[in-house]
């Protein structure tokens, strides 16, 4: 059996042991894996009839290679956002040029398959968020056997209570906030903390619970600006060194706004988020002639080496994944769900991403995490 890797979307913590724990489960029985490099990309830009590409784009995997990988943060095969279903007309590798016409959107899906077919791939184990697993779907649909590892520090795919990179995020959310701390005590400010956070803001609330953030913005509930203020001038007085900090999620909206989006948008459909954590600092800092202090996390979350739970989850994904693949149990996706190693149909992938259970875990009037009951919840309270 010959089983093809990948990852896809932006880098977590976790992705490398993941890679080299399947390299050497897979090899332990007497199989092959080769790894896709940069994502859906490495399908859609390889040329079969070109040796020189090939050897770009796939590379073979056996415990030698990956022996250090793990050692490091980020993915050593490197990443794109690519979607060979829909590829835009600048986008498109010269050597296929002649088969598309017009401005597209072009898929390219054929050409991906034919490229599995050359490589002698039998099974494909694509890492990654609802975007990159969508695609895995359509790789599942296509006839290719599947099997995906959800990866995503906002931990907010479907099927799934856990998602590799969310650990190490609000650990470093965390860390980056209490350092904050001091310098907005000592100059007696109001701390701006922008997190990522497109559509769920779990990551944003699950750091400020454990950070005993005084207040937390997520997408889930617009907010109102004059409020957040009132709430932040409140907490200001009534601590002692005299300052106050707030969560936000990249994605979170003022009440009657929009995302803060910029640039053209991926082939997931997706544009560029950030932006609001400062426009909020800008509007706190207008309404009350309060100093802020504005920072913007973001790739400080996912960068570096892995905690110890996303590199115990990495690695018994990555093992129950190959374990999955070498039994030809395929088109499923591996998953915890209660606090137990599962799996679940891959088809869960393209029913949309999570979002924080408002009613359960967040006090809207007061922008704030609210965790009253945990018993029987799951560790991640999901």
């Given at each position: 059996m010959r089983i093809g890797i990948l990852t896809g979307g932006g880098d977590v913590p976790g992705l490398n042991p993941c890679i080299k724990a399947v390299v050497n489960r897979v090899h332990e029985e007497g199989h092959e894996v080769v790894g896709i490099r940069r994502g859906w990309g490495g399908l859609l830009n390889t040329n079969p009839d070109d040796p020189a590409s090939v050897a770009d784009h796939l590379i073979t995997l056996d415990p030698g290679v990956v022996r250090k990988v793990d050692r490091s943060g980020g993915t050593f095969l490197h990443s794109s956002r690519t979607n060979p279903g829909r590829v835009s007309a600048v986008d498109v590798p010269d050597f296929l040029a002649d088969s598309v016409s017009g401005d597209g959107p072009h898929d390219l899906t054929a050409h991906a398959l034919k490229v599995i077919e050359h490589a002698g791939i039998d099974v494909l184990i694509?890492?990654?968020g609802d975007d990159t697993l969508s695609y895995g779907l359509r790789m599942h649909q296509e006839g290719v056997p599947t099997i995906a590892i959800p990866k995503t520090m906002d931990n907010d795919v479907n099927g799934t209570d856990y998602c590799i990179g969310f650990s190490t995020a609000v650990t470093r959310g965390v860390e980056f906030i209490h350092n904050l701390r001091t310098s907005t005590g000592?100059?007696?400010?109001?701390?701006?903390?922008?997190?990522?956070?497109?559509?769920?803001?779990?990551?944003?609330?699950?750091?400020?619970?454990?950070?005993?953030?005084?207040?937390?913005?997520i997408p889930e509930v617009p907010f109102d600006i004059d409020r957040v203020c009132e709430l932040l001038m409140a907490d200001k007085a009534k601590n002692p060194s005299n300052y106050s900090?707030?969560?936000?999620?990249?994605?979170?909206?003022?009440?009657?706004?929009?995302?803060?989006?910029?640039?053209?948008?991926?082939?997931?459909?997706?544009?560029?988020l950030g932006g609001i954590g400062q426009l909020t600092g800008e509007l706190i800092k207008e309404r009350t002639g309060e100093g802020i202090v504005y920072q913007q996390v973001g790739y400080l979350m996912r960068s570096g080496s892995p905690d110890s739970l996303d590199l115990m989850v990495a690695t018994n994904y990555a093992v129950m994944a190959a374990d999955l693949a070498l039994d030809g149990s395929t088109g499923r996706m591996v998953a915890l769900r209660?606090?137990?190693?599962?799996?679940?149909?891959?088809?869960?992938?393209?029913?949309?991403?999570?979002?924080?259970?408002?009613?359960?875990?967040?006090?809207?009037?007061?922008?704030?995490?609210?965790?009253?009951?945990v018993r029987g919840k799951p560790m991640f309270l999901y």
């Open positions: 694509p890492i990654g000592s100059h007696e400010r109001i701390a701006v903390v922008e997190l990522f956070g497109r559509y769920s803001g779990e990551t944003s609330l699950i750091t400020a619970y454990l950070a005993g953030v005084d207040r937390a913005l900090m707030v969560t936000i999620s990249e994605g979170a909206t003022l009440a009657g706004g929009a995302m803060m989006l910029t640039g053209e948008a991926d082939a997931y459909g997706h544009r560029k209660n606090g137990s190693y599962s799996s679940v149909p891959i088809s869960v992938t393209g029913e949309g991403v999570k979002r924080v259970d408002v009613d359960e875990l967040y006090d809207a009037p007061h922008y704030r995490p609210t965790v009253r009951h």
